[in-house]
């Protein structure tokens, strides 16, 4: 009896802990990739959601006509790669089969924040914070991926220079 009681606990604790991770597994902002993690993989900007590995053509349309627009070429084989610089942040297409994805998104200063409020100023500590234990660390570059996606942050006497998303090939 004692051992049966014993795992009827066990079990019920089991589940008790199951159902406090599912509750967990949304970041409150609706968004979630697969198994319930958050997706970081965008940026809202001028009231646009710029995501990596979507479809281009009606994101670029609601930003509007870009400062600069430069033909990068094939770099690295590829793919034909465009680069449109905004105000505050450039966002690089990749050309494929069925049209532009996007393929990278740079901050160009500290007016953009991702989603979890960190811009270039943010300290590394305000990173770690929001992000966690990052995929990689290296050469003053906290990166976190998911697949073929990855955000990295580059960190200067302890504060956020730059911020770089993109879909690594």
Known sequence: MKIRRIL?????????VM??????????DGEE?????SNPFYVNYKDTKIELDKKAESILEKLGEPKYSDN???????????????DDITVNTLK????????????LNDLV?????????????????????????ENGKLTYKSGDLELEFTVKNGSVSAVNYRRIR
């Open 19 to 28: 159902l406090a991770s599912a509750l967990v597994s949304c970041n409150g």
């Open 72 to 86: 990068l070429g094939d770099c690295g084989g590829i793919g034909v790669q465009m680069k449109y610089t905004y």
């Open 8 to 16: 009827c606990l066990m079990l019920a604790l089991l589940c008790a």
């Open 113 to 137: 924040l991702t989603p979890k409020g960190i811009s270039i100023g943010s300290s590394e500590q305000e990173v770690r914070d929001a992000y966690g234990t990052p995929s990689s660390e």
């Open 33 to 37: 990739n697969e198994g319930g993690a």
């Open 96 to 107: 494929e089969k069925d049209g532009e994805v996007i393929h990278k998104i740079g901050f």
